[in-house]
């Protein structure tokens, strides 16, 4: 997944993305504020924003309910060491608020996991079929499917999000570190690929086109 972390150091965001990427496959950009967020947020989807309270409450409902009108699954969860604005920050929109140990990144990442733990997975157990995401490996009543790069992690993101619908630009903007430069073709080659190597073994597909939206994971 992608997620967006406003108002950190950079060298505590590498921290926290390495926390985070024992959870979770995900991509994480830093903006240094509320205005540098909106130009992220104006061109990228995000299912996760993180963002340090900078006492601007204005700027912060303003940005919090540009974020939901775009996409209303977006989860926003504030850092604040002031706990008294616990409240404020509720009913500005945001799903959750960190007021302690916000100095630990595996901490934050741990609150982040319990918001985010429909998307967490180690292990995608369907019946026969096995996704080990851990490592990258993939069975089918015990016979070896070989994916690999992009292809796999493609597969991993919607298996974990079955029965959802993603049009090409939502799926290279949650893979691709840099989104712009990767054309709405790769995502098709890359879905080709996870469909012929998984047919020839489960002899069925698992990746559905719902015409004019997109790919869905359906078991």
Known sequence: MRILTIGF?????????????????????????????????????????????????????????????????????????????????????ADDVICNNCEHPDLVAARVLANMRHLFGTTINIDKLVIDISNKKIEYDEKIVSLNGKTFDILAYLALRKQRVFSKDEIINALW??????????????????????????????IHTVRRRGYKFSY
């Open 9 to 93: 150091e950079d060298e505590y965001v590498k921290r926290l993305e390495i926390e985070l990427s024992k959870y979770f496959i995900c991509i994480v950009d830093n903006a240094k504020d509320m205005y540098d967020a909106t130009n992220f947020t104006d061109f990228r989807h995000y299912e996760l924003v993180i963002v340090v309270d900078e006492g601007t409450k204005f700027a912060l409902e303003r940005y919090v309910n540009d974020v939901k009108r775009k996409k209303n699954e977006t989860k926003i969860i504030v850092i604040s060491k002031n706990s008294k604005h616990q409240g404020v920050f509720f009913n500005l929109g």
């Open 177 to 206: 570190e840099e989104p712009e430069y990767v054309s709405d073709n790769t995502v098709e080659v890359a879905i080709n690929q996870i469909r012929k190597r998984l047919k020839s073994i489960l002899g069925f597909q698992v």
